[in-house]
């Protein structure tokens, strides 16, 4: 059963995943959680990346149909690991309250992408949901608006990085008549907002995303509820109930964290074990 257990979490996690590394990376990689920080999350299983933590934020309880989700820890795993009920559709609709405001107000989500210039403009964003949030050189970054044909226009992740690292290019300011609200768009600063590292020390997000010839900043929601080493455990004198919850624990937590294997296979050119 654990066999089993283990190869479950590890299909689930390693979806998308493909190799080789771009050959020009990103001067910095961050990755800002939205929440607290899970306590069997280990950062130094990813060396390449900067983690950064918003206590203050809470995944909204946006049931839908289904309803509040359940006070019950099991439950919720399970719900998020087979991707159905309450838990599963807050995690899909993607709401966070709490503080920073400025990341509620600017409605950022699990899975948003964006890559800043040595200015800490904004110079391409991408959108994805979670644990389908995938980094590789051939990935599509928006860039542009293109009024006439009223669409996005996209660059791939490995042009970008040859425009912005290689070339010292930086990007084009937006007009300041048409600024917006929350920024977090092309052509623009972002707002003010305090996060904080594993240690609690507290710095401004402006401050991380500045300086560097390009910085790719994710937004990604880890449960801080769930044990992602549970299903690693031995199932002996454990009922097979209690064993099974456990494995949903590490199967919803594996999804959850599946962009940071994305970061460092898809960029730096690292295999880690799960």
């Known amino acids: 059963m654990k066999k089993l257990a283990l190869l479950s979490l590890a299909v689930i996690v390693s979806m998308g995943c ?4 771009m050959k020009i ?10 929440g607290k920080k899970n306590p069997t999350l280990d950062e130094a299983k990813f060396p390449d990346i900067k983690f950064y933590y918003t206590p203050g934020l809470t995944l909204k309880d946006n049931g839908g149909i289904y309803g509040k989700k359940s006070k019950n820890k099991k439950s ?29 107000e600017a409605k950022v989500g699990s899975g948003y992408a964006f890559i800043f210039d040595k200015n800490g403009v904004v110079a391409a964003k991408r959108f994805a949901s979670g644990s389908k949030a995938e980094f590789y050189k051939s990935t599509e970054f928006m860039v542009s608006f293109n009024k006439m044909q009223r669409k996005w226009e996209s660059e791939t992740f490995d042009k970008l ?15 300041a008549s048409k600024k917006p609200e929350h920024k977090y ?3 623009y600063g972002i707002n003010s907002a305090m996060v904080e590292d594993k240690d609690g020390n507290k710095k401004d997000i402006t401050e991380i995303i500045k300086g560097d010839p390009a910085t790719l900043l994710v ?3 880890v449960s801080p509820d769930y044990d992602l080493e549970k299903a690693k455990e031995s199932g002996k004198g454990k009922k097979g109930k209690d064993y099974s919850n456990d494995v949903a624990q590490a199967i919803a937590a594996g999804k959850q964290i599946s962009p940071l294997y994305n970061l460092e296979e898809g960029i730096y050119g690292k295999r880690i074990e799960r």
């Open 219 to 221: 937004f990604l929601y």
């Open 18 to 21: 493909m190799f080789g590394q």
């Open 185 to 187: 768009e092309i052509g």
């Open 161 to 175: 990085m040859k425009d912005l690292v290689k070339k010292g290019d930086t990007t084009k300011p937006g007009k």
């Open 76 to 104: 919720n795993a399970w719900s998020s690991a087979l991707g159905m009920g309450s838990t599963s559709h807050s995690e899909a609709v993607n709401e966070f309250e709490g503080t920073p405001e400025e990341l509620v």
């Open 25 to 34: 990376q990103p001067s910095k990689t961050v990755v800002v959680i939205l």
